[in-house]
């Protein structure tokens, strides 16, 4: 089973993530609102550089602020190096009209990312690549993995690659920036060094992220207002062009805090073909 958290996934309110896939409210602030009609923005998806201190340490900040997997930035550190797990940044480039009032947005939520960072790694996927040493400011990030049992497991080919740590600046959900970074990230797969047929990703039932359990964890527990209306991480993937090819009822573990017992739930699992 792998770890699970309370926070989101997809629909802009972010994280694909399979791996944090809940929570998500259409409560939107004026600011947020603005950015979902306009979007008039381009972003860029930059290597996280495995080896620098600011990269690993900004990293690990944004994990904390989506509330999963913190913990397990060092062993990413390896995947990475390794060429298992390749993880982007997601940046706005220069040029977007809404650059700067998404970026004023964000750093009013996260002051502590006021610094660049330098687009500094020196390898992609374990290939060698010149990096730009230029300037630029995350507002999240995005993960493609190579899983081979999986790909076995669903008869996919060798050279799939699978969606994983999504996560989009939470004053940002909502804004288009996860649909942005998914087309991107697609992309990307389909050309070298990856090379992929098809892309793959995990997530909640769309049923289960609606029901009691879910959102008494994702909504009552943080004293946050329940939505009116659930969006779900796997109806936002449906609309992407995913399908489902597999299903498992203890895809996701999650540790109550107040027993400290691990609760099991469901996951399903998702292709897209990209060529």
């Not at 039932?205 to 609606?210: D, I, V």
Request: charged share 25%; glycine share 4%.
């Amino acid at each position: 089973m792998e770890a699970f958290s309370t926070t989101l996934a997809a629909m802009g309110r972010a994280s694909t993530a399979p791996h944090h896939p809940i929570l998500t409210t259409n409560h939107l602030p004026p600011s947020e609102k603005k950015m979902k009609e306009q979007r008039q923005f381009e972003i860029e998806l930059v290597p996280w550089d495995a080896t620098d201190g600011a990269h690993v340490k900004r990293l690990i900040a944004q994990r904390e602020a989506c509330t999963w997997a913190e913990d397990e930035v060092p062993s990413w550190r390896e995947l990475m190096i390794r060429g298992v797990k390749t993880i982007f940044w997601i940046a706005l480039t220069d040029d977007s009209p809404m650059r700067e009032v998404m970026l004023r947005t964000h750093f009013h939520e996260f002051p502590k990312e006021l610094e660049p960072l330098l687009d500094t790694s020196p390898t992609m996927a374990a290939n060698a690549r010149t990096p730009s040493a230029r300037p630029f400011h995350p507002v999240g990030h995005v993960a493609l993995e190579a899983l081979p049992d999986r790909n076995a497991r669903f008869g996919l080919p060798r050279a799939t690659y699978w969606v994983k740590s999504l996560y989009i600046s939470w004053p940002l959900q909502f804004s288009g920036l996860g649909s942005a970074a998914m087309s991107h990230l697609e992309r990307i797969a389909s050309n070298p060094p990856f090379n992929s047929e098809y892309i793959a990703l995990d997530t909640l039932p769309a049923s289960f992220q609606r029901s009691d359990e879910v959102q008494s964890i994702a909504f009552d527990a943080r004293g946050i207002p329940r939505p009116q209306e659930m969006r779900t991480n796997e109806e936002w993937f449906r609309r992407m062009g995913y399908r489902v090819i597999g299903a498992d009822q203890r895809l996701y573990r999650r540790f109550d805090p107040v027993s400290g017992a691990e609760v099991a739930m469901p996951g399903l699992f998702f292709k897209k073909a990209l060529r």
